[in-house]
């Protein structure tokens, strides 16, 4: 079968679909945060300094969970499209132990969370629609509001979520070790970032006591009966 002036054999067209899907989610996320930061800024004001963290761990606490969910996915795109769809030696040394599965089964669960990735995307649609001119990556915008509609009606962290599902997926997709490291340097980096998160909410005078009513009555867990 034929890709890009490529003869390639069916054993790798699971690599092609996880290349393909991988790349896609980022155009379809950086493509809707730059809508996102058009409509923040415009309707909800700009991000008021005094309102972003103060603390060193607090400064740096994006830009680790960021990184650590940007490089593992770029990696393996970047690296599987410069060889042919295939994994390098280097990668395949991190790849999970295929002594309990086949490589039949193994490439079925890929194709399954490819296919898992993709309906996730309506989560993080539904999520940054609710958020509307909130959005931001942490700090307080100049006319604040506290969203409770959508998924925030559920659960407080609904973007958190969505991240940390599809960095589970990518475990599969990926069949890599890396995967799961990246995984928990992100549960970790969003468990620390959420209670700085939520401090700056209630030192806003606009939104506190709504904020502190709206945490009473709905979870902090990411992901349902884990936080």
């Not at 155009?27 to 103060?54: A, C, D, Y």
């Not at 649609?125 to 700090?139: A, E, P, Y």
């Amino acid at each position: 079968m034929y890709i890009a002036g490529l003869n390639l054999p069916l054993s790798q067209w699971p690599e092609v679909l996880v290349v393909l899907s991988t790349a896609d989610y980022f155009r379809h996320t950086f493509t809707g945060i730059k809508h996102l930061t058009v409509i923040s800024e415009s309707s909800g004001g700009r991000i008021r300094p005094e309102s972003m963290p103060s603390t060193f761990l607090g400064r740096i606490i994006t830009p680790i969970h960021g990184l650590a969910i940007v490089i593992p996915p770029l990696v393996y795109v970047g690296a599987l499209t410069l060889n042919r769809f295939q994994q390098p030696e280097w990668m395949a040394q991190f790849a999970f132990s295929t002594e309990m599965i086949d490589s039949t089964q193994m490439n079925a669960l890929r194709v399954v969370a490819c296919a898992a990735s993709f309906a996730l995307r309506s989560f993080l649609d539904s999520t940054f629609k609710h958020l509307g001119d909130q959005w931001h990556v942490i700090g307080r915008r100049e006319k604040p509001r506290i969203v409770k509609t959508g998924p925030y009606a559920w659960i407080r962290h609904p973007g958190y979520s969505s991240v940390l599902l599809q960095e589970a997926l990518w475990c599969i997709m990926f069949w890599s070790h890396i995967s799961i490291v990246a995984l928990g340097i992100t549960a970790a980096a969003f468990a620390i970032k959420m209670p700085i998160e939520e401090s700056l909410i209630q030192k806003d005078d606009a939104v506190r006591d709504e904020y502190r009513k709206y945490m009473k009555e709905v979870p902090a867990r990411i992901i349902p009966y884990v936080w």
